[in-house]
């Protein structure tokens, strides 16, 4: 028996923690220290005991108790037995043995004791009413079983029970059947199973005619053949009738709980297109169609991250999502107005992902090792492998935001008019986004599990060790950059038409060259500053745009909005005034689209948003922090270059913005 007792140099372990005994309060009262964190917690007695019996606190450190029994950790195990779904044969068979195996012990008679079983048997046979009494041999292997499974009475079956009938037909007879069974019954033809039996019975006479085979074997029943086919398994004849895609599809159990444990152990991550069109507080342009991206706790449900992206599913928004998942969120809520923490923070154990290309790429898994993130990919059309993300998809029609939604065209019916509610402002759309993920979803019932994601998260993260937390996100922010190949010249870089330039690029010209080609990246959500790698040392340099008044706030999405409007306009000036003119023209036409009227905005509040999205409200003048970090270089062991990736191209992007 494992036994403890309430002393000095008990530690036990619930969940996570570690928790040390430290003394026996007044009220059948215990305290507890965590040894991480040092935190004392007072719980009943009679709740300790109960999460004992329940296999929720278990011991950790063994020790010695006053009886001398040592304590340690493990179970043994019994097998499970149900003697009710035994047939009335069985049983009586097993209480007989029973009652010779309990009327032997008894008598305080051991295995060993041959004689004295013997001299036994006559009064036992008796006393039972037994008429064909066991033999001495076989009451010792029943008596010796019973013993060494700890008075289990499974031990006690007759082997015989499950044993497999010996079959009548041949061997040769058997493989021709299995044989025409596979060549032709189990294949995409898809032959019905009296087809398949003829062909069996045209083999089969030909093995008679060849003397192979008796005459009588040549003939076999449909029964039969059936009966070899269901040795084969449902699993196995759909695969090869149907495809293992559709076997899969049908034979998927879902199995709650046995994946994910504990809270942040397993994050499933996945994107999905929204119907909604946003536009900028500030500038009146339109963002787009957002993508949103989101990681769930698999365990509980709860939404630990979101990112909204207005530029397609990438290695950005994946990046950026989670960088949100590993930030605390108090901000967010009080922003958004919500009556609920947002209390999911830290970096999670296993990222559950699909087979996008994002996710295959280099540079998230660098981004992963940085983090220390195991990545799991699930197969191919295999949705229900994170159930949690396709069920928080598939609740999103319940975010009721009229304004701005992109609805399929009926027949017959009159549509909303474009011009009042095409468009929904950025800040409007990120409170009702986080009031949906922190104050409705989280405290939607699971109808299964009889709780809310709130609550099983909550109750979960509470027996943890405390969450994981980055230093600098400076790593992600280069990882997720966007990156070309562009020339430095005598008027610094220019990236589609915006020219950065600094001091220290000058410095870097005079250790290279006049001028040189070399990487650039810039981050596609804030376009007022780029980095610029050196060509011999490899470590990366901010450098801030020369027109801070155009790029202050601005995106690459926006930019290439801008251009193709004083493309299309022709819009006379030079470069960059050509630039300024046509972002006020969109302004004043969006702003004017969406009858914004005298509506004013609370551009701090907005500002508190730019981290989920990718696109920037803030003012400048209204920064918290600095737009453009400082000038500092970062070494090459730092950072490890990402291979180029490919600039969409502008036509695409228009098409994509508006559609």
Same mark, same amino acid.
């Given at each position: 028996?494992?036994?403890?007792?309430?002393?000095?140099?008990?530690?036990?372990?619930?969940?996570?923690?570690q928790?040390?005994?430290? +003394?026996?309060?007044?009220?059948?009262?215990?305290?507890l220290?965590?040894?991480?964190?040092?935190?004392?917690?007072?719980?009943k007695?009679?709740?300790?005991?109960?999460?004992?019996?329940?296999k929720?606190?278990?011991?950790?450190?063994?020790?010695?108790?006053?009886?001398?029994?040592?304590?340690?950790?493990?179970?043994?195990?019994?097998?499970?037995?149900? =003697?009710?779904?035994?047939?009335s044969?069985?049983?009586?068979?097993?209480?007989?043995?029973?009652?010779?195996?309990?009327?032997?012990?008894?008598?305080?008679?051991?295995?060993?004791?041959?004689?004295?079983?013997?001299?036994?048997?006559?009064?036992?046979?008796?006393?039972?009413?037994?008429?064909?009494?066991?033999?001495?041999?076989?009451?010792?292997?029943?008596?010796?079983?019973?013993?060494?499974?700890? +008075?289990?009475?499974?031990?006690l079956?007759?082997?015989?029970?499950?044993?497999?009938?010996?079959?009548?037909?041949?061997?040769?007879?058997?493989?021709?059947?299995?044989?025409?069974?596979?060549?032709?019954?189990?294949?995409?033809?898809?032959?019905?199973?009296?087809?398949?039996?003829?062909? =069996?019975?045209?083999?089969?006479?030909?093995?008679?005619?060849?003397?192979?085979?008796?005459?009588?074997?040549?003939?076999?029943?449909?029964?039969?053949?059936?009966?070899?086919l269901?040795?084969? /398994?449902?699993?196995?004849?759909d695969?090869?009738?149907?495809?293992?895609?559709?076997?899969?599809?049908k034979?998927?159990? +879902?199995?709650?709980?046995?994946?994910?444990?504990?809270?942040?152990?397993?994050?499933?991550?996945?994107?999905? !297109? !929204?119907?909604?069109?946003?536009?900028?507080?500030?500038?009146?342009?339109?963002? /787009?169609?957002?993508?949103?991206?989101?990681?769930?706790?698999?365990?509980? /449900?709860?939404?630990?991250g979101l990112?909204?992206?207005?530029?397609?599913?990438? =290695?950005?928004?994946?990046?950026?999502?989670?960088?949100?998942?590993?930030?605390?969120?108090?901000?967010?809520?009080?922003?958004?107005?919500?009556?609920?923490?947002w209390?999911?923070?830290?970096?999670?154990?296993?990222?559950?992902?699909?087979?996008?290309?994002?996710?295959?790429?280099?540079?998230?898994?660098?981004?992963?090792?940085?983090?220390?993130?195991?990545?799991?990919?699930?197969?191919?059309?295999?949705?229900?492998?994170?159930?949690?993300?396709? &069920?928080?998809?598939?609740?999103?029609?319940?975010?009721?935001?009229?304004?701005?939604?992109?609805?399929?065209?009926?027949?017959?019916?009159?549509?909303?008019d474009?011009?009042?509610?095409?468009?929904?402002?950025?800040?409007?759309?990120?409170?009702?986004? =986080?009031?949906?993920?922190?104050?409705?979803?989280?405290?939607e019932?699971n109808? &299964?599990?009889?709780?809310?994601?709130?609550?099983?998260?909550q109750?979960?993260?509470?027996?943890?060790?405390?969450?994981?937390?980055?230093?600098?996100?400076?790593?992600?922010?280069?990882?997720?950059?966007?990156?070309?190949?562009?020339?430095?010249?005598?008027? /610094?870089?220019?990236?589609?038409?915006? +020219?950065?330039?600094?001091?220290?690029?000058l410095?870097?010209?005079?250790?290279?060259?006049?001028?040189?080609?070399?990487?650039?990246?810039?981050?596609?959500?804030?376009?007022?500053?780029?980095?610029l790698q050196?060509?011999?040392?490899?470590?990366?340099?901010?450098?801030p745009?020369?027109?801070?008044?155009?790029?202050?706030?601005?995106?690459?999405?926006?930019h290439?909005?801008?251009?193709?409007?004083?493309?299309?306009?022709?819009?006379?000036?030079?470069?960059?005034?050509?630039?300024?003119?046509?972002?006020?023209?969109?302004?004043?036409?969006?702003m004017?689209?969406?009858?914004?009227?005298?509506?004013?905005?609370?551009?701090?509040?907005?500002?508190?948003?730019?981290?989920?999205?990718?696109?920037?409200?803030?003012?400048?003048?209204?920064?918290?922090?600095?737009?453009?970090?400082?000038?500092?270089?970062?070494?090459?062991?730092?950072f490890?270059?990402?291979?180029?990736?490919?600039?969409?191209?502008?036509?695409?992007?228009?098409?994509?913005?508006?559609?």
């Amino acid at each position: 028996m494992h036994q403890f007792s309430l002393e000095v140099g008990l530690v036990v372990r619930r969940g996570s923690q570690q928790l040390e005994f430290l +003394s026996l309060l007044d009220g059948n009262k215990i305290q507890l220290q965590d040894q991480r964190t040092r935190m004392v917690q007072v719980m009943k007695l009679s709740r300790f005991y109960a999460d004992v019996m329940s296999k929720k606190i278990q011991p950790v450190i063994s020790y010695v108790t006053d009886a001398g029994t040592q304590d340690v950790e493990g179970t043994s195990t019994r097998a499970i037995f149900d =003697i009710s779904s035994m047939n009335s044969k069985d049983r009586t068979e097993l209480e007989r043995r029973i009652n010779w195996v309990r009327a032997l012990r008894k008598r305080s008679i051991t295995r060993g004791q041959i004689h004295r079983i013997d001299v036994a048997r006559k009064e036992i046979a008796a006393a039972l009413g037994d008429h064909s009494p066991p033999g001495v041999s076989t009451l010792v292997v029943w008596m010796r079983k019973y013993e060494l499974s700890a +008075s289990n009475p499974a031990a006690l079956l007759s082997g015989n029970r499950n044993r497999r009938r010996n079959r009548k037909l041949s061997l040769p007879v058997e493989e021709v059947i299995r044989k025409v069974l596979r060549s032709v019954y189990l294949t995409r033809a898809k032959n019905t199973l009296r087809h398949t039996h003829e062909q =069996i019975l045209l083999d089969l006479k030909r093995l008679a005619r060849a003397k192979k085979i008796e005459e009588c074997e040549a003939k076999v029943s449909l029964a039969t053949v059936s009966r070899r086919l269901a040795e084969f /398994g449902p699993y196995e004849r759909d695969k090869a009738r149907h495809g293992p895609g559709y076997a899969r599809a049908k034979f998927r159990t +879902s199995v709650e709980g046995s994946q994910a444990i504990r809270a942040m152990q397993r994050l499933e991550c996945d994107h999905t !297109l !929204l119907n909604w069109v946003v536009i900028c507080d500030r500038t009146g342009l339109p963002l /787009g169609r957002p993508t949103l991206t989101i990681i769930v706790d698999a365990m509980s /449900g709860y939404v630990v991250g979101l990112y909204v992206s207005f530029y397609g599913p990438g =290695i950005t928004s994946v990046l950026n999502v989670l960088k949100n998942s590993i930030r605390p969120k108090d901000e967010l809520t009080e922003a958004a107005g919500t009556s609920q923490p947002w209390i999911a923070f830290g970096i999670g154990e296993t990222l559950v992902l699909d087979n996008g290309m994002e996710f295959h790429a280099k540079v998230f898994q660098m981004a992963a090792w940085e983090l220390g993130i195991d990545l799991e990919y699930c197969r191919v059309r295999t949705p229900w492998l994170k159930p949690h993300v396709e &069920r928080f998809f598939a609740n999103l029609d319940h975010f009721s935001l009229v304004k701005g939604r992109v609805r399929k065209p009926i027949a017959n019916v009159i549509n909303i008019d474009p011009k009042e509610d095409a468009a929904i402002l950025f800040s409007d759309f990120f409170r009702g986004l =986080i009031k949906f993920v922190v104050d409705v979803y989280p405290f939607e019932l699971n109808e &299964r599990k009889l709780c809310t994601p709130y609550e099983s998260f909550q109750e979960s993260i509470s027996t943890l060790r405390p969450p994981v937390l980055q230093w600098s996100m400076d790593q992600l922010d280069l990882i997720a950059a966007m990156r070309t190949e562009l020339t430095v010249g005598s008027g /610094g870089i220019e990236l589609r038409g915006i +020219s950065y330039s600094s001091s220290d690029v000058l410095a870097m010209k005079k250790d290279v060259a006049h001028s040189f080609k070399t990487a650039v990246k810039w981050n596609p959500d804030d376009m007022s500053f780029i980095y610029l790698q050196h060509p011999l040392s490899k470590s990366w340099l901010p450098v801030p745009s020369i027109r801070p008044d155009y790029t202050d706030g601005l995106s690459w999405n926006q930019h290439l909005l801008i251009r193709k409007h004083a493309k299309d306009k022709h819009v006379q000036g030079g470069h960059v005034e050509q630039l300024i003119r046509a972002r006020q023209e969109l302004h004043e036409l969006w702003m004017n689209g969406i009858a914004r009227g005298n509506r004013v905005r609370d551009m701090r509040t907005c500002a508190r948003f730019s981290g989920l999205s990718s696109s920037q409200v803030l003012m400048p003048e209204m920064s918290p922090v600095p737009l453009l970090p400082a000038a500092k270089m970062l070494s090459k062991e730092d950072f490890v270059s990402p291979p180029a990736d490919d600039i969409e191209p502008f036509e695409s992007f228009v098409m994509r913005s508006t559609r």
